[in-house]
């Protein structure tokens, strides 16, 4: 039974909101999305009452869980500074107040999500360099290496991983809790596995991290020793909410060889140390170019440049990934390299940077680091 946008919207015609209206007429609401059963939508309010709207936005989620024919409902609640609005000062302390205790680095601990070891992070300065595609390769190299692995598409925007691995069905519900999908021994969930693959997610910034905190917090992992992060490309919302919202263990640059992207993974890089997230390392993702025919190597991009620049900003080097229509050919079929030509030159290259992956987590020195603190001064 298909759901249509009227019968979500009856639906939370029910739902009460803190002043005493109906939420349908609050104007706090988004576009509503539906899909196949799934329901997408936020609501927006001022920061200073979002205590107060959490209840509203349980409410919500369940009323519109209710529907027939919902399968599942996200909903965000994010929160936006009114206009004119500034912080307020600190109040000077009464002269016989006690003295606070001083803020101890554990206490800005993220909690670790439930039944996952480490998380890593696959990320790059600029789109277009391969992320995604070293994102599940390296994902599968780990796989290999005994470890037990999931892959969380964190690229609202752009969500690559139905693509990458050919999954077309929808992930099921256990209880009020999503299951993600298994895939070459992978278990994965994505955005994408949620809507068409067409449809865009017009959505701001709060919703985006409201979104990305669910797939980790409201997914049902289970045991994973290693959980990869697919971000999306560049140095802004999604990757502050995952510095803010767990513990990553560290992060993975990837490159191209030539100047441009250079700059944009140095800017990765910085941000990544400035939320106290240390980097594995960098891939150079089409290193060279290998005629298929001849053999003949071509330097496309340029050749090295993500190996000096690692030993410039004192990072690991992972390794090279040549530009090759196997790699391209099999990604677009759905049929990752690791997984699906496992005795090849390809698939040995990203084992071995897995294998330095595996190294520096095990190397690690624990599993805590303290949560960017992030200031807004008026």
């Known amino acids: 039974m298909a759901v249509s946008k009227e019968q979500v919207l009856a639906a939370l015609a029910n739902v009460v909101s803190p002043g005493g ?52 409902a996200l909903v965000a609640l994010t929160a936006e500074r009114a206009a004119g609005a500034v912080s307020a000062r600190p109040q000077q302390a009464a002269p016989d107040a006690q003295p606070r205790r001083a803020a101890h680095p554990a206490d800005n601990v993220p909690a670790g999500i439930p039944g996952v070891d480490a998380v890593i992070a696959v990320a790059s300065g600029k789109g277009g360099v391969g992320k995604s595609t ?26 690559s991983l139905p693509k990458l691995l050919a999954i077309k069905e929808k992930p099921q519900t256990v209880g009020n809790r999503l299951k993600p999908i298994s895939r070459y021994g992978l278990t994965v969930m994505s955005i994408g596995f949620l809507i068409d693959e067409e449809t865009p997610m017009i959505w701001r910034g709060p919703m985006v991290m409201s979104a990305i905190t669910q797939m980790l917090r409201e997914v049902e992992w289970g045991k994973l020793d290693v959980m990869v992060v697919d971000m999306p490309p560049g140095t802004g919302d999604a990757q502050l909410t995952m510095a803010q919202q767990v513990p990553l263990k560290g992060a993975v640059i990837v ?31 089409m290193s060279y170019f290998l005629c298929p025919k001849c053999g003949e190597r071509s330097d496309i991009f340029g050749h090295g440049g993500a190996h000096q620049e690692a030993e410039r900003l004192g990072v690991p080097f992972l390794g090279e990934v040549p530009l090759h229509m196997t790699i391209r050919e099999k990604s677009d079929a759905g049929l990752p390299v690791v997984a699906t030509e496992p005795e090849g030159e390809h698939a040995r290259i990203y084992r071995d940077i897995a294998t330095k992956v595996r190294d520096q987590l095990v190397s690690g020195t624990g599993p805590g680091r303290p949560a960017p603190r992030i200031v807004i001064e008026a």
């Open 134 to 159: 070293t994102a599940v390769n390296l994902a599968l190299g780990l796989r290999d290496l005994g470890l037990k692995v999931g892959v969380l598409d964190a690229d609202i925007y752009g969500p």
């Open 255 to 285: 490159s191209t060889p030539q100047d441009l992207a250079l700059v944009d993974a140095r800017r990765g890089i910085a941000m990544f140390k400035r939320v106290n997230v240390p980097v594995l390392g960098i891939v150079e993702n």
């Open 21 to 72: 209206a109906a939420l349908t007429d609050a104007k706090v609401l988004s576009d509503i999305v539906v899909s196949d059963g799934k329901v997408f939508f936020s609501i927006t309010v001022d920061a200073a009452a979002v205590k107060g709207w959490e209840p509203v936005r349980q409410a919500a989620e369940a009323a519109v869980r209710a529907v027939p024919g919902v399968q599942s």
